[in-house]
């Protein structure tokens, strides 16, 4: 990435001693070489890993407390809140060029991890149904019901016809798995969901695809 120039820092003063230092002209001040020799001490090390660590462990004290190990979307909590933390930065401080670019990517995946974390994708079709969960009792002194899920309406063809190319996609491979399914393509139902299924698929590879991409240049 290429630095900005620096005529375009505005800052008087930075840019006086970036004029003189240009010349061999410029000499550090006692306290500029005390902070030097300071920050390569254990106690100049102590005291900068504190000043950065105590922000981020307030930062991140909600993905934390939330954080679990036996639930996979506690991974895309981690990725989202962190490209979005470096978006802000990056963007906030806006020192090399082509910044915007990049926080325009980083913005593309946050969004995209929320989306797969919550199944936006793969739930997609069932914003196009009505269904009804009715519960019936077995009538056998147990207490129990069955359970049955009644379609109120069922606008599928209006998903389906939404994405006309995720269709033909979804037909394809319903075809070519047949032996997994006990129904076919006739089933307008089943190929909304499995276009939802397919979806959500490529919204996964598409968050890793942008940072194998991408991720060497997000730094600052």
Known sequence: MKMRD???????????VMEEMSKGTWKPSLRYRWVRWYQYTW??????????????LWR???????DVDWDFTSIYDVLEFK????ANYIETHDRFVGVEHEVQWMRRCSSL????????YDMEHMDYKD????????NDDTGSSFVDFVTRKDDSEDFISKYPLWEKRAIEYIRKNQNRY??????RQFVARIMAQLRQEKAKKLVFQIMEWRIERWWD
Not at 83 to 86: A, F
Not at 131 to 138: L, N, P
């Open 60 to 66: 991140w004290r909600k993905v934390a407390f939330n």
């Open 43 to 56: 106690l100049g090390e102590i005291w900068f890993k504190l000043k950065r660590g105590i922000p981020a």
């Open 83 to 86: 490209i979005n933390n470096m």
């Open 131 to 138: 269904v009804e969960i009715v519960f019936t009792d077995t």
């Open 6 to 16: 620096s005529k375009q820092v505005d800052d008087p003063e930075l840019e006086s």
């Open 182 to 187: 006990n129904v076919d393509e006739t089933d």
């Open 113 to 120: 991890i929320k989306k797969v974390r919550e199944e936006y």
